[in-house]
């Protein structure tokens, strides 16, 4: 019997890999014609558009620099459209749909206060020349890899992901403060964040809900809202640490470079630490271990 289970179970793994083999080569035969996007744009402005989550959009900043070359930046965010990525029970704060006219309020005050960046607006029908969601076109497994690299697989480019790629002036008062944000999705089991109970200043930033949860935790908990993701990005620049899993708030974190540790959500290893000062765990020791030597609990 052991020998016939040793057969089958080799047998399995080569199906398997051939069946994935066989869907990748299927799905290429449907992908978009790359030799179809611009080769030279006229005039000294690149219009982008993207339909994805938020996080999606500070990933794909990078790339749009790589795209733009130097010329001025115009994004567009095509809105209301539905949300397949999460299960009924993974909350999202648009619901079932990726972005809402709200999105475009929070987005617009940080990405206007970037390089080259002239317009965040909502998609109306203007012309576009890169739309940054072709990467969904394309048969890859998109729970893993690193989201910022998978415009660059669509698009045949590349850029220095160590480095920062926004910036913003840092609040200086949350200077001693550990920043969490901790959504609903992409929550690693197992992991405990109480220890941190002994750290003299806690700051959340995400949603409320959220906030509420974290608190039975970490009772000590402070909250800090924000009225657009320009302030948030400031917060999360100004402080001692930021503490966060696989959302939007990380996000931000990893583009700002800042002292950060992102909790790995082991089905989905999609986001990637890169650059100094950037740590990340799935195990409760290495977490603690982590905190440890950054502050000295």
């Known amino acids: ?30 992908v978009p014609d790359i030799g179809k996007l611009p080769a030279e744009i006229e005039g000294d402005e690149v219009n982008f558009s993207h339909s994805g989550h938020a996080g999606d959009i500070i990933y794909s900043i990078p790339a749009i620099y790589a795209l733009a070359k130097g010329r001025k930046i115009n994004l567009y965010l095509t809105l209301n459209q539905p949300n397949r990525d999460f299960t009924k029970k993974m909350r999202h704060p648009n619901g079932n749909v990726m972005l809402t006219e709200k999105s475009v309020a929070l987005f617009a005050p940080l990405l206007l206060a970037q390089k080259d960046f002239l317009r965040c607006e909502a998609w109306t029908g203007q012309p576009i020349h890169f739309d940054l969601t072709l990467f969904r076109e394309f048969p890859f497994d998109y729970r893993m890899g690193s989201i910022a690299r998978w415009y660059f697989l669509t698009f045949g480019i590349n850029a220095d992901l160590g480095k920062p790629w926004i910036q913003v002036s840092p609040d ?7 920043v969490l944000a901790r959504s609903s999705r992409y929550r690693t089991p197992g992991i405990d964040y109480r220890f941190l109970n002994n750290f003299p200043r806690l700051v959340f930033v995400g949603m409320p809900d959220e906030y509420e949860d974290m608190k039975k935790q970490i009772p000590s908990l402070q909250y800090q809202p924000v ?11 100004g402080c001692r640490i930021f503490i966060g899993n696989q959302s939007f708030p990380f996000s931000l974190a990893e583009a700002l470079k800042v002292t950060r540790i992102l909790e790995v959500f082991p089905q989905c290893p999609n986001v990637v630490v890169e650059g100094a000062s950037g740590y990340d765990f799935c195990y409760q020791p290495q977490f603690e271990k982590i905190v440890q030597n950054l502050t000295g609990l």
């Open 227 to 237: 009225k657009h993701f320009l302030e948030l990005a400031s917060v999360i620049a």
């Open 172 to 178: 200086h008062t949350f200077r001693d403060a550990i």
């Open 1 to 30: 019997m052991s020998w016939f289970r040793k057969i089958f179970n080799e047998w399995k793994t080569e199906y398997n890999v051939h069946q994935k083999e066989t869907r990748f080569l299927q799905g290429l035969k449907k």
